[in-house]
């Protein structure tokens, strides 16, 4: 029997890691029947990592917080002994503004905040951060709010919220947000090794995607520096590698004694994906894009990286590949299958990208015999 360990990251704008996972299982199916599939939904940090801490065994927890421009958001966080596992795409990020409306100026981390203090107040001792796909560039002021921290204005008032808000920031004390996660261990999961400030810093970088002009990144970059004197005087914290992430999220953080460590590495690890590794004959991975950017710590690089390492062959699906065999094969990668070739176009792929997925199951499928035998001969594939 044929043993697949299918480890997908999500399709970002189409499908979810889950999804993925089932459809080429189900065109596995279909041509490998006597397969055994054991499925391992992963993420990187961003969008998906509770789905990815939920399909490994933890439990939905619910939680109600203030969405990136103060309205109400429902959500749900994942926990598991006393392992919080947090996502600010879901919370605070691009995804949760309402109708999608762009805020650069306004939008907060005060609801991510908010999710840390809910997890604390439900036992959690460990609390797992994950990073990415924010609305905001608010060095973390509306997290460090919600937490107790006060951050206030030339008149002793609460700055108002966003970068607006950052703005007139005249003196802080985050003796009180620190008291609140007193026994708590933060978790900042991330692959972002960019600083707060400067050409490569959380506004310059991620600043546009906000909805941020060029003039507004420069302006957004002397709010940040000027913020950051008063929170981190000795300048370690702005300085960091990660301090740069989520529009700041990362340093706010780091100031509370955070921990950084790589999304796709906690992720798996939540997944206890080298024990499913272990009995393995082959694995899947992939995402929405397989292009330089996967190379760089990205969940399906890392996937491909430990089972190489287990000496298991590698197979990758992807809406679009652009890396070429030499440097699939240097991450661990034997082949790779697209949609796109099988699609019109690009809007096509994401339209029927389930039902391309249950095409490539089959192929993968149809072909197990070849790759597994050639894999286990005498001259093991790239």
Same mark, same amino acid.
């Given at each position: 029997m044929?043993?697949?360990?299918?480890?997908?990251?999500k399709?970002k704008?189409?499908?979810?890691?889950?999804?993925?996972?089932?459809?080429?299982?189900?065109?596995?199916?279909?041509?490998?029947?006597?397969?055994?599939?054991?499925?391992?939904? #992963?993420?990187?940090?961003?969008?998906?990592?509770?789905?990815?801490?939920?399909?490994?065994?933890?439990?939905?927890?619910?939680?109600? #917080?203030?969405?990136p421009t103060?309205?109400?958001?429902?959500i749900?966080?994942?926990?598991?002994?006393?392992?919080?596992?947090?996502?600010?795409?879901?919370?605070?990020?691009?995804?949760?503004?309402?109708?999608?409306?762009?805020?650069?100026?306004?939008?907060?981390?005060?609801?991510?905040?908010?999710?840390?203090?809910?997890?604390?107040r439900?036992?959690?001792?460990?609390?797992?951060?994950?990073?990415?796909?924010?609305?905001?560039?608010?060095?973390?002021?509306?997290?460090?709010?919600?937490?107790?921290a006060?951050?206030?204005? %030339?008149?002793?008032? /609460?700055?108002?919220?966003?970068?607006?808000?950052?703005?007139?920031?005249?003196s802080?004390?985050?003796?009180?947000?620190?008291?609140?996660?007193?026994?708590?261990?933060? #978790? %900042?999961?991330?692959?972002?090794?960019?600083?707060l400030?400067?050409?490569d810093?959380?506004?310059?970088?991620?600043?546009?995607?906000?909805?941020?002009?060029?003039?507004?990144?420069?302006?957004a970059d002397?709010?940040?520096?000027?913020?950051?004197?008063?929170?981190?005087p000795?300048?370690?914290?702005?300085?960091?590698?990660?301090?740069?992430?989520?529009?700041?999220?990362?340093?706010?953080?780091?100031?509370?004694g955070?921990?950084?460590?790589?999304?796709? /590495?906690?992720?798996?690890?939540l997944?206890?994906?080298?024990?499913r590794?272990?009995?393995?004959?082959?694995?899947?991975?992939?995402?929405?894009?397989?292009?330089a950017?996967?190379?760089?710590?990205?969940?399906?690089?890392?996937?491909?990286?430990?089972?190489?390492?287990?000496?298991?062959?590698?197979?990758?699906?992807?809406?679009?590949?652009t890396?070429?065999?030499?440097?699939?094969?240097g991450?661990g #990668?034997?082949?790779a299958?697209?949609l796109?070739?099988?699609?019109?176009?690009?809007?096509?792929?994401?339209?029927?990208?389930e039902?391309?997925?249950?095409?490539?199951?089959?192929?993968i499928?149809?072909?197990?015999?070849?790759?597994?035998?050639?894999?286990?001969?005498?001259s093991?594939?790239?």
């Amino acid at each position: 029997m044929t043993r697949l360990l299918i480890a997908p990251d999500k399709f970002k704008g189409s499908l979810t890691a889950a999804e993925v996972v089932a459809a080429l299982s189900r065109g596995l199916a279909e041509t490998a029947p006597d397969a055994e599939i054991t499925a391992c939904p #992963i993420a990187d940090g961003g969008d998906g990592t509770v789905d990815a801490a939920l399909a490994a065994g933890a439990t939905a927890q619910p939680a109600t #917080i203030t969405g990136p421009t103060g309205e109400v958001r429902e959500i749900v966080w994942a926990l598991e002994d006393d392992t919080a596992v947090l996502e600010l795409a879901d919370a605070v990020g691009l995804k949760a503004l309402p109708g999608g409306d762009l805020a650069p100026r306004d939008a907060s981390s005060r609801g991510l905040g908010e999710l840390i203090l809910a997890a604390v107040r439900a036992g959690a001792r460990e609390i797992v951060v994950g990073l990415g796909g924010s609305a905001s560039t608010d060095a973390g002021a509306g997290l460090l709010q919600a937490l107790g921290a006060r951050l206030l204005d %030339a008149e002793g008032k /609460d700055i108002a919220p966003g970068l607006a808000g950052l703005e007139t920031l005249a003196s802080v004390d985050l003796a009180p947000a620190r008291e609140a996660l007193e026994g708590a261990v933060l #978790i %900042a999961a991330n692959d972002v090794a960019n600083p707060l400030l400067g050409d490569d810093g959380a506004a310059a970088v991620y600043g546009p995607q906000k909805g941020l002009d060029a003039e507004a990144v420069t302006l957004a970059d002397r709010t940040l520096a000027a913020a950051a004197a008063l929170l981190d005087p000795s300048g370690a914290a702005s300085r960091a590698e990660g301090a740069g992430a989520a529009g700041g999220v990362g340093f706010a953080l780091l100031l509370l004694g955070a921990t950084q460590r790589s999304g796709a /590495d906690v992720v798996l690890e939540l997944a206890d994906f080298d024990a499913r590794l272990a009995g393995a004959d082959l694995v899947v991975t992939g995402e929405g894009k397989l292009d330089a950017q996967t190379l760089q710590g990205k969940g399906p690089a890392e996937v491909a990286r430990r089972a190489a390492a287990a000496g298991l062959p590698v197979l990758a699906v992807a809406g679009a590949v652009t890396l070429t065999g030499e440097e699939l094969a240097g991450a661990g #990668i034997i082949g790779a299958f697209d949609l796109l070739s099988r699609a019109a176009d690009v809007e096509d792929a994401i339209a029927r990208g389930e039902q391309l997925l249950e095409e490539v199951g089959r192929d993968i499928g149809r072909s197990l015999p070849a790759l597994l035998g050639e894999h286990r001969g005498p001259s093991p594939l790239p």
